[in-house]
């Protein structure tokens, strides 16, 4: 059973999550303005960026922080999987 506490707790975290990938958001989107003097690094850190928000989501919003831990594991290895395709693909 959960208490009115633990929805506080609840709703702290979320709302701290929330703030932090909109950090992140800006921070990505600042970092894609910046003319630097590699397009190709810009863009691995970007899809980094955009990994580590994917894995936030799934972890707090979707749950996966409570999920079995095999089901974490994978949705970690599916997500780094993902993002090292996609850096991969844009260097070719």
Do not use: N, Q
Request: proline share 1%; glycine share 4%; no cysteine.
């Amino acid at each position: 059973m959960t208490t009115r506490s633990d929805h506080r707790r609840d709703a702290r975290l979320l709302f701290a999550t929330w703030m932090f990938l909109l950090a992140l958001t800006a921070g990505s989107i600042w970092i894609a303005d910046v003319d630097s003097a590699s397009d190709t690094a810009t863009a691995a850190v970007v899809l980094g960026i955009a990994a580590l928000k994917a894995h936030l989501i799934a972890g707090v919003f979707m749950e996966m922080l409570l999920a079995p831990r095999a089901w974490a594991i994978t949705m970690s290895v599916f997500l780094v999987s993902l993002a090292g395709l996609l850096v991969a693909f844009y260097l070719v």
